[in-house]
């Protein structure tokens, strides 16, 4: 029996992934239009899911590019987006709005590289940064027991979700590639034993965006 479910769609393309900046607070200038009809594809998608069995709740994080992801998920799905500051992504610090390729340069590699070191002056460091995302994960975890909720969230947050629900702690030499608008679902299940776990049923499913010209898709 699943008891509980978390489904993350990740958001479309933002502007700032276009121009290969780092997409903090003060650069986030949302989705492009691209970005628009990825998330829309996921949208529809999830709402013949949502018919079928309704999620419980809605959440989004407070970057622009993610809410409008969770506008987009709200009229279709006809739930109210919950914005929600523990969805935020890592904290970049002076590396806000600079060109990726410059801070990586800078900091001999990306957040990953380095993970108990920050990338910025003021930015976090990656293994913190994964503490931080996996604490507000467990506990709304806690808190929705037995819901079923749809979260639109940065591919980091997917990466902590991961790095909590399968044990894996710091995270240094493997990671995973998570697709604009692609749909991640976790499932708790219990048994007839009285045992539970969680199972990734789906990771980073972008066949909803199959139909879009080529080279589009992510």
């Known amino acids: 029996m699943i008891t509980t479910e978390l489904v993350f769609v990740r958001h479309g393309e933002a502007q700032c992934n276009a121009d290969g900046l780092v997409g903090g ?3 986030c200038r949302g989705l492009t239009r691209l ?19 309704p999620f419980t709740a809605l959440y989004v994080g407070p970057r622009l590019r993610l809410q409008q992801s969770g506008e987009i998920l709200a009229h279709a799905l006809d739930l109210e987006a919950l914005v929600e500051p523990g969805l935020d992504g890592p904290v970049h610090g002076a ?14 590699g990306g957040p990953h590289a380095h993970p108990d070191q920050p990338w910025a002056a003021g930015s976090d460091t990656w293994n913190g940064y994964l503490r931080r995302a996996e604490a507000f994960l467990h506990d709304l975890i806690v808190q929705h027991h037995g819901d079923r909720l749809l979260l639109a969230a940065h591919g980091e947050t997917i990466v902590a979700a ?3 629900l399968l044990g894996l702690g710091s995270m240094t030499e493997a990671g995973f590639t998570v697709s604009h ?3 991640t679902r976790w499932q708790h299940h219990l048994n007839r034993l009285g045992q539970r776990r969680w199972m990734l049923d789906r990771h980073n499913d972008t066949a909803h965006l199959s139909a879009l010209p080529a080279g589009a898709a992510p």
């Open 35 to 53: 970005g628009y009809v990825q998330v829309e594809k996921a949208a529809a998608r999830l709402a013949a899911a949502h018919r079928a069995q």
């Open 162 to 164: 991961h790095a909590l």
């Open 181 to 183: 608008a692609s749909i």
């Open 95 to 108: 590396a806000d709005g600079k060109p990726w390729h410059h801070v990586k340069t800078v900091a001999n």
């Open 25 to 27: 607070p003060a650069t």
